[in-house]
């Protein structure tokens, strides 16, 4: 952000302008300004699928109390999040645009330097989680190839007949045993004891264990979520592009003499989303509590569910309003690219506050769900498929409106996504991701329904074993003799 700030106020790294017309920029101010952009992608590739695995490893899960505040700590994560987007949206891009770009770039540089220091005064204080494994990754390679390898073994009748430590091994290394599950059963052949493969001391050891199974398992079974939740993450993708689009159609005035910006109906995602968090938190999770029994009100997967749903109710609306806009445009006879269509912006205002609340669901559960049902070590691993899934999703956008234009175009034809939205078929096109959501949303029950979550024992004591299994947003625990 200090190279951004100095880009965009010293002279020499800007530019020349004079009278409203500025020079091409020289080489060395180009290299300079995407080499900042370029560190800063840098530094929030380390920061952002690892900051909020570092706040939630900050509660034990061993305290009743601690794992009670841990249930509702990604949703006020996600808050603060959105309330720094706010200010940005509301603040600073009214100081870029009206009192220099410098300004603007150096107010989040100096608030950065800030939190850099109350984040480093807090390190003495900070609860470290150990790593237990030299490189946890290593199993995700290591299982399949065992599997393969024993492709040709009979699986146990028992499962219990797998290899696997004795707990005293995981109590003394403070690992967690994870406990066997009937999916993805092929890989279960990485942890066959075969008689033929013998150690130097006559026994029999295979090369993985069930717990290092059960690790991979939940990789694959997080993946096939991960794939069910791109086609959200597009829809989430017009807020910033056809959404936006389509309000430079509108007519955007407050009063006479004011117009508001067509991107600042996206504030109101961020809006809908901060007044949702507390009302899911304090009121929904209790009420669902009652009723489930589960600490968390609803599974990880119901919450997704829900989330889900609601997008597409969202995209619907959003495709009734634009069937809505071409009408109007058809009795008005509105064809140029700059002209305004009588019709309200804030007739959009539906579907984003809709995407807000959908996203206290989908996206906040995403990034618990992926981090809740990651393999011990492996939590970073988890935020990873929550991060990479939106920027797969973005691009996903991407290729959909590139490929649909240039195919619906073809032969001359009007184009579904055309440079003057007045002249062209939008309303196809939300109906096309309209059809592509519910289909994802079946594939989603399909996944979800298979989807088994990860059962593990936390802690030993005087015989008796407690088990904790993740039933999405539940936990239940057990006690076995």
Same mark, same amino acid.
């Given at each position: 952000?200090?190279?951004?700030?100095?880009?965009?106020?010293?002279?020499?790294m800007?530019?020349?302008?004079?009278?409203?017309?500025?020079?091409?920029a020289?080489?060395?101010?180009?290299?300079?300004?995407?080499?900042?952009?370029?560190?800063?992608?840098?530094g929030?590739?380390?920061?952002?699928?690892?900051?909020?695995?570092?706040?939630a490893?900050?509660?034990?899960?061993?305290?009743?109390?601690?794992?009670t505040?841990?249930?509702?700590?990604?949703?006020?994560?996600?808050?603060s999040?959105?309330?720094g987007?706010?200010?940005?949206?509301?603040g600073?891009?009214?100081?870029?645009?009206?009192?220099?770009?410098?300004?603007?770039?150096?107010?989040?540089?100096?608030?950065?330097?800030?939190?850099?220091?109350?984040?480093?005064?807090?390190?003495?204080?900070?609860? /470290?989680?150990?790593?237990?494994?030299?490189?946890?990754?290593?199993?995700?390679?290591?299982?399949?190839?065992?599997?393969?390898?024993?492709?040709?073994?009979?699986l146990?009748?028992?499962?219990?007949?797998? /290899?696997?430590?004795?707990?005293?091994?995981?109590?003394? #290394?403070?690992?967690r045993?994870?406990?066997?599950?009937?999916?993805?059963?092929?890989?279960?052949?990485?942890? +066959?004891k075969?008689?033929?493969?013998?150690?130097?001391?006559?026994?029999?050891?295979p090369?993985?264990?069930?717990?290092?199974?059960?690790g991979?398992?939940?990789?694959?079974?997080?993946?096939?979520?991960?794939?069910?939740?791109?086609?959200?993450?597009?829809?989430?993708?017009?807020?910033?592009?056809?959404?936006?689009?389509?309000?430079?159609?509108?007519?955007?005035?407050?009063?006479?003499?004011?117009?508001?910006?067509?991107? #600042?109906?996206?504030?109101?995602?961020?809006?809908?989303?901060?007044? #949702?968090?507390?009302?899911?938190?304090?009121?929904?999770v209790?009420?669902?509590?009652?009723?489930?029994?589960?600490?968390?009100?609803?599974?990880?997967?119901?919450?997704?569910?829900?989330?889900?749903?609601?997008?597409?109710?969202?995209?619907?609306?959003?495709?009734?309003?634009?069937?809505?806009?071409?009408?109007?445009?058809?009795v008005?006879h509105?064809i140029?690219?700059?002209?305004?269509?009588?019709?309200?912006?804030?007739?959009?205002?539906?579907?984003?506050?809709?995407?807000?609340?959908?996203?206290?669901?989908?996206?906040?559960?995403?990034?618990?769900?992926?981090?809740?049902?990651?393999?011990?070590?492996?939590?970073?691993?988890?935020?990873?498929?929550?991060? #990479?899934?939106?920027g797969?999703?973005?691009?996903?956008?991407?290729?959909?409106?590139?490929?649909?234009?240039?195919?619906?175009?073809?032969?001359?034809?009007?184009?579904?996504?055309?440079?003057?939205?007045?002249?062209?078929?939008?309303?196809?096109?939300?109906?096309?991701?309209?059809? +592509?959501?519910?289909?994802?949303?079946?594939?989603f029950?399909?996944?979800?329904?298979?989807?088994?979550?990860?059962?593990?024992?936390?802690?030993?004591?005087?015989?008796?074993?407690?088990?904790?299994?993740?039933?999405?947003?539940?936990?239940?625990?057990?006690?076995?003799?």
């Amino acid at each position: 952000m200090i190279l951004l700030t100095m880009a965009a106020s010293f002279k020499s790294m800007r530019p020349t302008c004079a009278n409203g017309v500025c020079n091409k920029a020289s080489t060395s101010q180009i290299a300079f300004f995407y080499t900042s952009l370029y560190i800063i992608a840098l530094g929030a590739g380390g920061t952002k699928p690892n900051i909020s695995t570092f706040g939630a490893d900050q509660f034990d899960d061993f305290d009743p109390h601690e794992k009670t505040l841990k249930a509702s700590f990604f949703n006020w994560w996600m808050f603060s999040s959105f309330i720094g987007a706010l200010c940005a949206t509301l603040g600073l891009v009214y100081i870029q645009e009206n009192l220099g770009w410098g300004l603007g770039y150096g107010i989040p540089a100096v608030g950065l330097l800030f939190s850099l220091f109350i984040f480093y005064l807090g390190t003495p204080i900070y609860r /470290h989680k150990v790593r237990k494994t030299k490189s946890p990754a290593r199993d995700l390679i290591r299982v399949p190839v065992a599997a393969f390898r024993n492709r040709k073994l009979q699986l146990p009748d028992d499962p219990s007949e797998l /290899h696997e430590f004795e707990m005293k091994d995981y109590t003394s #290394s403070g690992k967690r045993q994870v406990h066997h599950t009937s999916v993805f059963r092929f890989l279960d052949k990485a942890a +066959i004891k075969d008689a033929n493969r013998a150690t130097g001391s006559g026994t029999t050891k295979p090369p993985c264990t069930v717990t290092q199974v059960e690790g991979t398992k939940l990789v694959m079974g997080m993946a096939l979520i991960w794939l069910v939740t791109l086609i959200p993450s597009t829809i989430w993708a017009q807020i910033n592009t056809l959404f936006v689009k389509q309000g430079t159609t509108l007519d955007r005035h407050l009063g006479p003499n004011f117009q508001i910006p067509a991107a #600042s109906l996206g504030s109101f995602v961020t809006l809908s989303m901060l007044l #949702s968090v507390p009302i899911y938190d304090r009121y929904f999770v209790p009420l669902m509590r009652k009723k489930t029994g589960n600490p968390r009100g609803i599974t990880l997967l119901q919450r997704l569910g829900i989330g889900f749903v609601i997008q597409v109710i969202a995209i619907a609306i959003a495709y009734a309003v634009e069937v809505r806009r071409m009408h109007v445009i058809r009795v008005q006879h509105v064809i140029g690219t700059k002209e305004v269509i009588p019709m309200s912006i804030f007739c959009l205002m539906p579907q984003y506050v809709l995407l807000g609340i959908a996203d206290v669901f989908n996206a906040i559960g995403l990034l618990e769900f992926f981090y809740d049902q990651s393999p011990e070590d492996m939590q970073s691993l988890g935020t990873t498929f929550f991060t #990479s899934g939106i920027g797969v999703g973005n691009f996903l956008n991407s290729f959909l409106v590139t490929v649909v234009d240039k195919i619906t175009g073809r032969n001359g034809k009007k184009s579904w996504i055309g440079d003057n939205l007045n002249d062209c078929h939008l309303d196809y096109y939300y109906g096309f991701l309209m059809v +592509i959501s519910v289909l994802n949303l079946g594939a989603f029950w399909w996944a979800s329904s298979r989807y088994v979550y990860k059962k593990e024992t936390k802690e030993v004591n005087e015989g008796c074993v407690e088990i904790m299994e993740t039933k999405g947003l539940d936990t239940t625990l057990g006690l076995q003799v």
